[in-house]
């Protein structure tokens, strides 16, 4: 078989990526949309070409040996947006997740690395595919090498042949130097001969071959101005030909014998996905996880008793349990069995025999029992569908490790016990299986998985707890996160009712608006086709109304959201479409979603509340993430209408903080400006307008506070002068000049930033009010895109994790507050900013007090916290 070796310019691919995807982020806060863009094109390269050798080449660094020839070579370029930058060590750790190599050499530029390694598998007959978006590289075509071109985004790609380049441009591969050579190169800022552009250039080739043979018969050349032209700009044709030719003999310290692709092991891939948040290529992914399977010493034998009844002297008030669910949905997964531990004895015990037992409920029930579990949330939720309101629970090994370790995102028992170096406990998915492959395994080895798992949480908990005493977090632990997990897991059991038939109604009049929209479309269009179709859609646009094109794939022209977007005001037709557009989603994601996931014995949604995820602490929720719920499109915000208090005469009550990122912003900072405005009340958004731009407040526009706010927020997001350009739809240096002047109205704000990161710098971390740290490895790396990202996570993780932890203390302050006041009013929800609860209409006026107090009185800052409260009869009434 031919090897068939594949090399890809890891740079161009990246910005292109980069640019063709809007702004991403996962739950840590990274930027992630070019490593998203790159990894799709990665996916389908693997699925199609089947590679047996693979190269991604990068760009060592700014200068290089052409810069010895043309010292403005790729001058004037724009620095790279440090989103962007920031990607690049962790797209270098996807490679390694994919075992293929990837590989920089100083001085020179990857097309070199590239143009080497081609060279030599062409030398050897094999078959190779360059991959790039940089037409420099087509120099290299030929019958051996084909060169894959990506145009605009990334899908739309052309796989360059000698006969398909002649066809195409005119012109054959071993002529593109020259070509380059003549018509020079804006974007790398090579000169050429001015005023000659690759029309020209081509028309030269065409009739005198190559540019030597061209100056050689300069006085041939046809157009007074096209000889002057070539005349006075030969040695920049020249140097230009230098510059653009790729070195095909780079002294590179690999060679094809490095290069060889096995494939990649699918767990390591499912790993790095899962880290950088792209749950939905994880099906993408060939075959199940793989188990590792390194040599593992044999487990040490535990002595397990399998209980068939339970009695009051087998629990010592003081037992580690583990309640056994093989799926991560616990509101519906069963119940497998429990693992009781505690000093000497290690129990298993069967589901029907612990909840059909007077005295295990006892026992779960009696707040003098200790208890250590694994997830107290989750404990609480499955022992209360079971009947038993558990108390007691004192420690919890998943919210310690998430607090001691909160970049780490495996916090599974056996992932935390390997960590803490004890390894006497299988993995889960080596005992039950993946995906597919679950299933649950014979009683005695369950029993034997079980009590190991519940073992350790027994013999960690005062080794964790030792830790977070030494980092000053046992009080964010014991007092913040513990009682905060008993009163989400009461919320999740709750539930909130959905009024299924308003859902329905809405979906029904999404359809009547959809086909109105359908109608005018067509009426606009002077013909009926599918909306939904770009082949139908492109040429009723681009041919019959005439509309400018923007891009153009293999299969036609391109519709996609953003090409529309760039066309609204072009045509009445296009913000028709882009409603049409919107509306569908809601339909599909929302309505019909929503639908699937309420439990149709009491008509209620029970989502699951993540506590141990972000970095800031921030929760989110998932199944379904009624965090996300759309708000922008009014009828995104009625969907809150089905949203309903669970019983008669009651209403849901809403309230939220007002501003309270900036607010802790102001409090952290000790910004007087701040401080003084939100003391006096005053708009935040139209003070820093006034500063900002040097008016009068009565001068104000609502697009200068509009562009205030934008920088407002991003201040706190650690947002770059790219970010900002991208949200205002203004150039980088416009957005700069306004971040520049911000700070230097906000001193106190400036001066937090440049003190909170080298505080970082000293200890390695930086911490919220409460404590809560997240760590910062690459704040003094010496790679400038991880170390610009770490300064940037240090900004603004104190201000996100601080408010993050102000409206948990609320919750709890609430939850007391509500039984103090002895009402039936519960809460429902945490949403961002906003807590949802229901309550009885005669409770309204007791919790127009009891709310704000808790909330506003969550902590003392050097400015005031606000909350603003709403109710009615849906969510969608309390706004």
Not at 183 to 194: F, K, L, Y
Request: with cysteine.
């Amino acid at each position: 078989m031919t090897n068939k070796l594949i090399l890809i310019d890891g740079n161009s691919i990246a910005y292109r990526a980069f640019f063709a995807l809007p702004l991403l982020n996962n739950d840590k806060g990274v930027y992630t949309n070019a490593i998203y863009g790159f990894t799709n094109m990665l996916l389908k390269i693997l699925e199609t070409e089947k590679p047996t050798h693979m190269l991604v080449a990068f760009d060592a660094g700014k200068t290089t040996f052409r810069h010895k020839t043309y010292k403005e070579y790729k001058g004037g370029r724009q620095k790279t947006p440090p989103e962007l930058s920031e990607q690049f060590p962790l797209l270098r750790d996807l490679l390694d997740a994919f075992s293929i190599p990837h590989y920089q050499l100083e001085q020179y530029e990857a097309d070199d690395i590239i143009g080497t390694l081609a060279k030599q598998g062409e030398g050897k007959e094999w078959e190779v595919n360059v991959i790039s978006g940089d037409k420099d590289l087509l120099q290299l075509v030929s019958d051996n090498i084909t060169v894959s071109l990506t145009k605009k985004g990334l899908s739309d790609i052309d796989a360059y042949t000698p006969s398909f380049m002649l066809e195409k441009m005119e012109v054959r591969p071993e002529q593109i130097i020259d070509m380059k050579a003549l018509m020079g190169d804006s974007s790398d800022n090579i000169p050429g001969v001015p005023g000659i552009g690759q029309k020209t250039a081509v028309k030269l080739l065409k009739q005198y071959e190559t540019l030597d043979n061209l100056f050689d018969h300069l006085n041939e050349v046809s157009g007074k101005k096209l000889k002057e032209k070539l005349e006075n700009h030969k040695q920049d044709a020249y140097m230009s030909k230098e510059l653009v030719t790729i070195s095909c003999d780079s002294p590179l310290e690999i060679g094809l014998e490095d290069l060889p692709y096995p494939g990649y092991q699918a767990h390591k891939v499912s790993s790095m996905f899962k880290e950088l948040g792209f749950q939905s290529l994880l099906s993408r992914i060939d075959g199940e996880d793989a188990e590792d399977t390194e040599a593992r010493e044999e487990l040490p034998e535990l002595n397990v008793t399998i209980l068939e009844e339970i009695t009051e002297d087998l629990f010592t008030g003081e037992e580690a349990v583990v309640v056994e669910m093989l799926q991560d949905n616990y509101h519906s997964a069963p119940i497998e069995g429990f693992g009781i531990v505690n000093a000497e004895h290690n129990y298993f015990v069967p589901t029907e025999t612990a909840v059909k037992s007077a005295v295990f409920k006892r026992w779960a029930e009696d707040p003098s029992m200790k208890k250590y579990v694994f997830d107290a949330k989750k404990t609480t939720v499955a022992l209360l569908n079971k009947g038993i309101d558990v108390k007691g629970i004192t420690f919890d090994l998943l919210l310690a490790s998430y607090l001691i370790n909160p970049s780490e995102n495996h916090h599974d028992i056996p992932a935390i016990c390997h960590r803490m170096g004890e390894k006497e406990v299988l993995y889960d998915e080596e005992v039950y299986g993946k995906g597919a492959k679950l299933k649950v395994p014979e009683q005695e080895l369950l029993a034997d998985h079980v009590s190991r798992k519940t073992r350790l949480i027994y013999q960690l908990k005062d080794r964790m707890e030792e830790q977070l005493k030494e980092n000053q977090q046992f009080e964010l632990f014991d007092e913040l996160e513990m009682p905060l997990a008993i009163i989400l897991g009461e919320m999740e059991h709750t539930g909130v009712r959905v009024d299924i038939n308003r859902l329905e109604e809405m979906g029904t009049e999404l359809q009547r608006r959809l086909k109105e929209i359908e109608e005018k479309v067509f009426e606009l269009a002077g013909e009926e086709f599918n909306l939904n179709s770009p082949k139908q859609l492109g040429p009723i646009l681009f041919e019959k109304l005439g509309l400018p094109v923007i891009k153009k794939t293999k299969t036609g022209y391109s519709t996609s959201a953003d090409i529309l977007e760039q066309l609204q005001d072009q045509h009445e037709i296009i913000p028709h479409l882009l409603l049409y557009r919107q509306l569908g989603k809601l339909q599909s994601t929302y309505i019909e979603g929503l639908l699937k996931v309420v439990h149709r014995d009491n008509n209620k949604i029970h989502t699951r509340f993540n506590q141990a995820l972000t970095q800031t602490g921030r929760l989110s929720s998932t199944d379904p993430n009624l965090q996300n719920i759309p708000i922008r499109l009014e009828e995104g915000r009625k969907i809150r209408q089905a949203f309903t208090a669970s019983e008669e005469d009651w209403i849901v009550f809403a309230a939220d903080y007002s501003q309270i990122e900036l607010r802790v912003l102001a409090h952290i900072a000790n910004d007087e400006k701040l401080i003084e405005a939100f003391n006096d009340n005053k708009d935040i958004h139209t003070q820093t307008a006034m500063q900002v731009f040097h008016v009068a407040e009565d001068e104000i526009t609502s697009n200068m506070r509009r562009q205030a706010k934008a920088v407002n927020f991003g201040i706190v997001y650690g947002i770059s002068d790219y970010g900002l350009s991208q949200s205002l739809g203004i150039t980088r240096k416009e957005a700069k000049k306004f971040i520049d002047r911000y700070l230097d109205t906000y001193l106190g704000v400036r001066d937090y930033m440049e003190e909170i990161i080298q505080e970082a710098k000293q200890t390695g971390y930086v911490s919220t009010m409460m404590n809560r740290r997240r760590y910062l490895p690459d704040i003094t790396s010496r790679n400038f895109n991880k170390r610009s990202f770490a300064e940037r996570t240090a900004m603004n993780t104190p201000i996100q994790g601080s408010a993050a932890d102000i409206i948990k203390l609320a919750m709890i302050n609430l939850h007391q507050k509500l039984k103090d006041e002895q009402v039936e009013a519960r809460m429902l929800l945490q949403v961002h900013d906003e807590l949802i609860l229901e309550a009885p209409k005669g409770e309204i006026d007791k919790l127009k007090t009891i709310v704000p107090s808790a909330m506003e009185g969550a902590v003392e800052l050097n400015v005031p916290l606000k909350v603003d409260y709403a109710f009615g009869k849906t969510w969608y009434d309390a706004k």
